[in-house]
């Protein structure tokens, strides 16, 4: 059975980081893009990171550049987003998801196009 894995949610201050990671179980993703995405209340669920199978390409939402940081360890078969200098509205239950067909080596924006999901793990950011 595949499974994704999130975890490291919580409560953070503005400003403050948290660091979370999606480990998958029942098969191998490292030749797989990987991506992240959250989903506020009363919101669509919208792309916010994702990376290709080997780090080599990612692509950030244009609101997270420059704060959050998407990384691989294919030996562990973990996916990572490091949030720095987090915002209030970052503030969402986030989601690992794996591309499984079409060009699933490359990053992709579009939630659709991702076969895998993991169940989540909120995040909130206090003002």
């Known amino acids: 059975q595949v499974q994704l894995v999130e975890s490291g949610g919580g409560l953070v201050q503005a400003g403050g980081s948290l660091r979370l990671s999606c480990a998958a179980s029942?098969?191998?993703?490292?030749?797989?893009?990987m991506g992240w995405f959250r989903q506020a209340p009363g919101k669509e669920r919208e792309f916010v990171s994702a990376?290709?199978?080997?780090?080599?390409?990612?692509d950030y939402l244009d609101s997270v550049k420059g704060r959050f940081t998407i990384s691989r360890d294919n030996a562990k078969n973990t996916v990572y987003l490091q949030m720095n200098n987090m915002k209030p509205e970052d503030t969402a239950v986030y989601f690992c998801?794996?591309?499984?067909?079409?060009?699933?080596?490359?990053?992709?924006?579009?939630?659709?196009?991702?076969?895998?999901w993991g169940q989540g793990t909120q995040v909130t950011v206090s003002s």
């Open positions: 998801a794996a591309r499984i067909r079409g060009s699933n080596w490359s990053p992709s924006k579009d939630r659709y196009e991702y076969d895998y």
């Open positions: 029942g098969r191998t993703f490292s030749s797989n893009a």
């Open positions: 990376i290709s199978w080997n780090g080599g390409s990612t």
